[in-house]
């Protein structure tokens, strides 16, 4: 029997090619998502970016968060101050729970909130809210959000209700205007 098992699974003197090697590591990077999204409302710039800014009262208002703390708050210049935010979230449904850890940045001249984080179950997350003077007691609010989570599951599921997650904090965001401002408008 001096023939390989070469020439008996692959005849006419042909070998097998040798099966391309993937270097030890992960096989991919996860990507990065990313969701947007605008609306129009009728209430002052100022308002908005106040309710947006005011991270400690968002279990008063915001659907799944259950617990918010502020520290380290600092005025960074004149016109943006920085802090940190611990916000525990709850999604009964699917059975998650999290504290989410980011440094915030809020801009008074500019109209934005920046969010940034990379602890916990966040392995990458940039959330800038920008609102807009639209004149005449209105303005734009756009909502723009890139992640990634440290795990492919929670991307997964995360992937798959982030727009209508997005839209309820929107909503949220919305009444909480109305309760607040809505005869100064």
Known sequence: MGKSLDAFLAPCGRRFSQTARRPAGPVRQRELSSFSASRRVPYAAGHVLAIVADV???????????????RNCREVDGARRAFDASVAVAYDRLGISETLFSHVVVDEQLRTVTATSDEGAVKSLKAVWTISDEGEGTCAVHL?????MQSRPLQFVLAGVIDLVARKIMAAFEERAAKLYASAS
């Open 56 to 70: 400690g009262s968002y279990p008063e208002f915001m659907p799944l968060v259950k617990k918010a703390i502020i």
């Open 144 to 148: 723009a959000i890139d992640y990634v």
